[in-house]
């Protein structure tokens, strides 16, 4: 009778774990959303003892889309708009006071896009925004090629290196020396109409994708985002954190400073600088892309008024019952002392490359004690696994 | 000696015993069906450029796109042993083709993988395709209604052992005065339906680590009493039922739920038999062929008894090694493995590889995505013996090219269990001067509190 007694509940456990897991793993948002007043109710019964009320995902990431993300994007897509403006200006008169003007917009939605490059999620991640607007080092060669046989495919995973914003630095910087001879290129009466197309194709595809994020975010993604609030290794959080520490440490710290600097090939790479043909802006872009990495780390809304929940908020919230303290000061003071540093590059870090390699290699180092800081010690904080591997554990 | 001698001679049904190879069987076959429909094989096998070897066991390597044939014949075998067909030769297959995937490469080590292959091997010397099994049914091979009761009790006694050494590694201050790592994993369970919010109180994370603790120590006395052991069974299923739902571990808790059932007695896998019988429809008259024949003591047998007997006192031993090494057991991982220390630690780690020409001067980092998937850089900044052995493959790599000379070293930061990180290697070490060994390994940094 016993033994019976025990099978059953073997089975009928087992019946139960699938339910459980399956609940938990997505999908159900009912149960979520009871279970949700079930915490509620408890909140109510026994405030004191009750931790985490101060912090919910679900406030962190409404604060990241509502906030930053999102507004981060539209600012880009103003950005691109008026890039796009500027190019058929340029295409239809072009001469030196029309190029100014497109390269100072070229400038504007570069240092935009440093706002927006570190989320790569959703229809980002999706499209892969970030290998069609920004791959350098230009393949200039296979670009004008591209360019000149006409009848290209921009969509190809072959030409991510022919265009975007390295592209558009190359054919309004780096076609000649000068502003007259650049604009010759345009003016030119066998090439010129082919460079005007393919400029005013760039621009164009690149504004394209920019909408279909940003529209994405406001239509479907933002709503799908906040909503996949849980602690899961594919839920909104952890996509997000490792994608934000991704970019700090792939695109930010090897990509701007690391191998430019030649720290992982023995010698500087002067041409892995970013903006290369333009030169003297890429310590900009640096310093923009460092704040708004900072800025995201704070939860500061992206038109800088006021703050909101963020990774800094989460830890301050988790040092509480811990022995750790100030983990989100060591990081920002990390930012502050990269910031010291950066200050005193050239404004070409090409040039800094080249006259000093080691004023890069110290601010690599320090980016990298930053990433210890974030993906060592603040991921282990928030039980958030690196590129979360799908693997089993004991 | 004559109470000893006694209980060997001692017998019992082996209808235990039978069901034990079934389950197990087929809990290996889905093992290994799982593993395969999840992509793992290509994932951890085939794609990394590099495999992480145990020391000695270097020479085990994947077989690129034969490895599926592996694969195949791992969970064939298993599936062979469920059904008893060819017993023998089927544990065997199993033993020898699921330990090789093991030792391919050492990302993939977990303490469930290392019982896999203890059980197996236990298996290979028991009678547990004498009854209910395909050939011992079509009577290509003898069936034995009584095998001797220590044939049970091994496998009892090793999972006894299992229960033993995983609690008594929870006795230590990290697990029972800090919660750790339990404090770092659970809270982040909260949004788990009916039992998350649970997890918000502090106290409850105290009373998980400490159940845990008292479970793993308790159980198997409670499933040895007989009077205890429908308890006992309960606790199984309800723990490892729990731990199934809280933590990304596979196939583990059924394996050990349905491994407990070992400790019911007889009849109640006589049951079991019986009732697969009339659905499987298989004719009585059959097992009521089955003679009793007493299992035969004969030298081969008696050989088996030595092996079994320096198997157990290894098990037995080898969780103590860790005693013979200086330094924090968790920091330095020296004698971690192979002792059932599961859930103990959350470590994380970053290791930045600087290679440095000695003839030139020159210097570069290594970008490690280059070389590691990231599930493999992720063990190797964590534990000495991989950060080695990856110093070495980065060494045969560089120096292959105009470089001959070359001193490696590493930048390596480690966290362990909610403390901040701190400098895990010696920096001034040079990687290339160090080589494995089972002695300690000086240039690990002490561990600072």
């Known amino acids: ?300 809304h992206f038109d800088g008024g006021a703050s909101g929940m963020s990774l800094q908020g989460w830890i301050d919230h988790l040092e509480e019952t811990r022995d750790t303290n100030d983990l989100d000061s060591l990081i920002n003071n990390q930012f502050a002392l990269i910031h010291a540093q950066v200050v005193n590059l050239n404004d070409d870090l090409g040039v800094q490359v080249t006259i000093d390699y080691r004023g890069m290699l110290e601010t690599y180092d320090l980016m990298q004690e930053n990433i210890i800081f974030m993906k060592v010690d603040m991921l282990q904080l928030f039980d958030i696994k690196v590129d979360y591997v799908d693997a089993d554990g004991d | 000696m004559l109470s000893v001698n006694s209980y060997f001679s001692k017998t019992t049904s082996s209808a235990p015993l039978a069901i034990f190879r079934i389950a197990f069987g087929l809990l290996m076959f889905i093992s290994m069906i799982r593993f395969w429909a999840l992509g793992w094989i290509d994932k951890f096998y085939i794609q990394p450029h590099l495999f992480f070897s145990y020391y000695g066991f270097e020479w085990i390597k994947p077989l690129g796109d034969l490895t599926y044939v592996l694969f195949f014949i791992c969970g064939l075998s298993a599936l062979f042993v469920a059904l008893g067909l060819k017993y023998t030769w089927a544990i065997i297959t199993f033993f020898l083709s699921f330990t090789y995937i093991e030792l391919m490469d050492k990302t993939t080590y977990l303490n469930h993988y290392y019982l896999v292959s203890v059980i197996s091997f236990l298996l290979i010397f028991l009678p547990a395709g004498n009854y209910f099994a395909w050939d011992s049914l079509r009577g290509s091979r003898k069936s034995f209604l009584q095998i001797p009761k220590w044939n049970i009790d091994a496998i009892k006694l090793l999972l006894c052992l299992v229960y033993l050494f995983a609690g008594m590694a929870k006795l230590n201050s990290e697990w029972l005065l800090q919660a750790m790592p339990l404090k770092i994993w659970l809270p982040t369970k909260e949004d788990l339906p009916l039992i998350g919010f649970l997890f918000r109180y502090d106290w409850m994370i105290y009373l998980f680590a400490w159940g845990g603790a008292l479970y793993d120590l308790l159980v198997p006395f409670l499933l040895l009493n007989r009077r205890t052991r429908s308890l006992g069974f309960i606790m199984v299923v309800f723990f490892h039922l729990l731990t199934a739902i809280l933590f990304p571990i596979g196939m583990f808790p059924y394996l050990m739920i349905f491994s407990a059932l070992i400790f019911f007695n007889y009849q109640f896998h006589q049951k079991i038999i019986d009732g697969l019988h009339q659905i499987l429809r298989i004719k009585n008259h059959k097992t009521h062929q089955i003679q009793n024949v007493p299992f035969q003591h004969s030298p081969i047998s008696k050989f088996k008894t030595v092996v079994l007997a320096a198997f157990f ?65 992720k063990q190797m900044a964590t534990q000495p013996d991989f950060i080695l052995q990856y110093a070495h493959f980065l060494y045969a790599h560089f120096s292959q090219q105009e470089m001959k000379d070359l001193s490696i070293f590493v930048d390596c930061f480690v966290a362990l269990n909610g403390r901040k990180s701190t400098r895990y290697i010696d920096p001034e070490f040079d990687l290339t001067e160090g080589y494995d060994s089972f002695a300690h390994k000086s240039w690990i940094l002490p561990f600072n509190e």
């Open chain 1, 1 to 300: 009778m016993n033994k019976k007694l025990v099978i059953l509940s073997v089975f009928a456990a087992l019946c139960f774990t699938n339910l459980m897991v399956s609940c938990s793993d997505d999908e159900n948002i009912e149960v979520g959303e009871a279970d949700q007043n079930t915490v509620d109710a408890v909140d109510n019964i026994d405030e004191d003892a009750v931790l985490g009320e101060a912090f919910t995902r679900g406030e962190m990431l409404t604060n990241w889309a509502d906030h930053i993300i999102i507004p981060a994007f539209e600012a880009l897509a103003d950005d691109m708009d008026s890039l796009s403006l500027a190019a058929n200006t340029f295409t239809e008169i072009p001469n030196q006071e029309n190029l100014i003007n497109l390269k100072q917009s070229w400038l504007n939605a570069y240092l935009a896009w440093q706002t927006v490059a570190m989320f790569d999620i959703g229809m980002a991640e999706e499209i892969t925004l970030r290998n069609y607007m920004n791959v350098y080092p230009l393949d200039a060669e296979g670009m004008t090629t591209t360019l000149l046989a006409g009848g290209y495919d921009l969509t190809s995973v072959n030409r991510q290196d022919e265009q975007g914003f390295p592209a558009l630095d190359y054919l309004l910087h780096g076609l000649a020396n000068s502003e007259a001879e650049i604009i010759t290129f345009y003016t030119d009466e066998f090439n010129g109409p082919k460079y005007k197309i393919f400029l005013t194709d760039l621009v164009e595809r690149m504004r394209s994708l920019t909408y279909m994020v940003l529209i994405d975010w406001k239509e479907r993604y933002r709503e799908e985002f906040i909503e996949r609030d849980g602690s899961g290794a594919t839920e909104s959080v952890n996509s997000m954190v490792n994608a934000y520490i991704y970019y700090f440490e792939k695109f930010l710290r090897s990509g701007k400073v690391g191998i430019p600097a030649g720290i992982f090939s023995n010698s500087p790479l002067t041409d892995r600088v970013e903006a290369r043909y333009r030169g003297n802006v890429s310590k900009e872009l640096l310093t923009t892309a460092l704040h708004a990495t900072q800025n995201f780390f704070n939860g500061l």
């Open chain 2, 313 to 377: 006192l290894i098990q037995i031993g080898l969780p103590f090694r860790y005693m013979l090494y200086p330094g924090n057991l968790f920091w330095t991982e020296e004698g971690y493995r192979w002792s059932w220390r599961v859930m103990l630690m959350e470590k994380a780690g970053n290791a930045q590889f600087k290679i440095v020409d000695n003839a030139s001067g020159n210097w570069f980092y290594v970008n490690n995505e280059d070389f590691l998937s990231s599930f493999q850089e």
